[in-house]
């Protein structure tokens, strides 16, 4: 496919990745007991339907990011990526965790907007600005950042394990093998280990087969990778084996990208491009929408569902109209914070 063609998909993916992210996000926690209770519908739809349709998020993030960044890869290119990725990963993580716990903690200390920040465990202390501003203590939504940092600094030994496809197989099968028989890694998950690798492999030796433009068959093999997905995922529900749901969130994406056309994709708009403020963002307005819900119809379930299904709407309206104030008015600011993008 054409070069603008693939980066309009790329951007669809993960804009959509985005959306799933919030809904993840958007359960209403502040309702009352006799709503969030598990036998009723808010807290199945919020906390156990939904959840399981929006998993797939963070894997096809993860997908995207690993093809992205081994695309053409060699290591010739290794310093100049690390270079440009500390401008758009490690420095707003960094500083989005510092405003996050900052943030936290001044509201934390104002009568009335101490109800509402409800981060009563943060305090002035370096422990805890540390954990903060290093492992997202006050902004968990970034633990996926911390993961793709770390998958980012092992480049140069996840390259000269994916170069040859003979070696690039054994590591994945180690991956899944490892995955099976519950083995974990300090700080970075094996599964998201599992994710990035597969597209790396794919951007170093199946090039031709992700990038080529669309047809029928390749929709109809889309169709079953989807299907074989969710059968994964109808196990895991059932069985709780994790290498089931890990398998199912590898064979979804990869269908997805399948099946669909890229031509038909429309233009995508300006508001689409801040996906990564947006990512970071999010949670104030959803947390901000969701107690002013329930302030005003605490006894309501169906105006809380209604809301819980436009929340990713009314999120990335509110982010939107925020970056471009920050893009007029603070442009030094915003391009910290959107990591140059």
């Known amino acids: 496919m054409k070069e603008n063609r693939f980066r309009k998909k790329i951007g669809w993916f993960q804009f959509v990745c985005c959306l799933l992210v919030i809904w993840n996000h958007s359960g209403n926690l502040e309702a009352p007991a006799d709503l969030t209770g598990q036998a009723g519908l808010p807290w199945r739809i919020e906390y156990e339907i939904m959840p399981a349709i929006v998993r797939i998020s963070i894997p096809c993030f993860l997908m995207l990011s690993g093809y992205l960044f081994y695309r053409g890869f060699d290591l010739r290119q290794l310093k100049p990526k690390w270079k440009r990725r500390v401008k758009s990963l490690l420095v707003p993580y960094l500083l989005w965790n510092i405003l996050y716990y900052l943030g936290y903690l001044i509201g934390s200390w104002i009568p009335g907007l101490s109800q509402i920040v409800n981060r009563y465990h943060l305090t002035p202390a370096a422990g805890d600005f540390l954990e903060s501003a290093l492992f997202y203590k006050s902004n968990p939504p970034f633990w996926f950042m911390f993961q793709?940092?770390?998958?980012?600094?092992?480049?140069?030994?996840?390259?000269?394990?994916?170069?040859?496809?003979?070696?690039?197989?054994?590591?994945?099968?180690?991956?899944?093998?490892?995955?099976?028989?519950?083995?974990?890694?300090?700080?970075?998950?094996?599964?998201?280990?599992?994710?990035?690798?597969?597209?790396?492999?794919?951007?170093?030796?199946?090039?031709?087969?992700?990038?080529?433009?669309?047809?029928?068959?390749?929709?109809?093999?889309?169709?079953?990778?989807?299907?074989?997905?969710?059968?994964?995922?109808y196990f895991y529900y059932r069985n709780a084996v994790v290498i089931e749901i890990v398998i199912g969130q590898c064979l979804v994406p990869l269908g997805l990208w399948l099946i669909v056309d890229e031509e038909r994709l429309p233009r995508r708009p300006r508001w689409m491009g801040c996906t990564f403020f947006i990512y970071a963002f999010h949670i104030v307005p959803v947390r901000l929408i969701n107690k002013l819900a329930v302030a005003l119809m605490p006894e309501r379930s169906a105006f809380l569902l209604m809301i819980y299904a436009f929340l990713p709407a009314m999120a990335v309206f509110v982010c939107w109209q925020t970056a471009k104030r920050m893009k007029r008015w603070t442009p030094g600011l915003w391009d910290v914070l959107a990591g140059g993008r």
């Open 148 to 233: 793709l940092i770390l998958l980012t600094l092992l480049a140069p030994a996840l390259y000269l394990v994916l170069e040859k496809v003979w070696s690039g197989v054994l590591w994945l099968a180690m991956l899944l093998i490892a995955l099976f028989t519950g083995e974990a890694l300090p700080f970075l998950n094996l599964d998201a280990l599992l994710y990035y690798s597969i597209a790396a492999f794919a951007a170093l030796h199946g090039r031709e087969l992700a990038e080529a433009v669309w047809n029928r068959k390749r929709c109809f093999t889309g169709a079953i990778l989807i299907a074989a997905g969710l059968v994964c995922g």
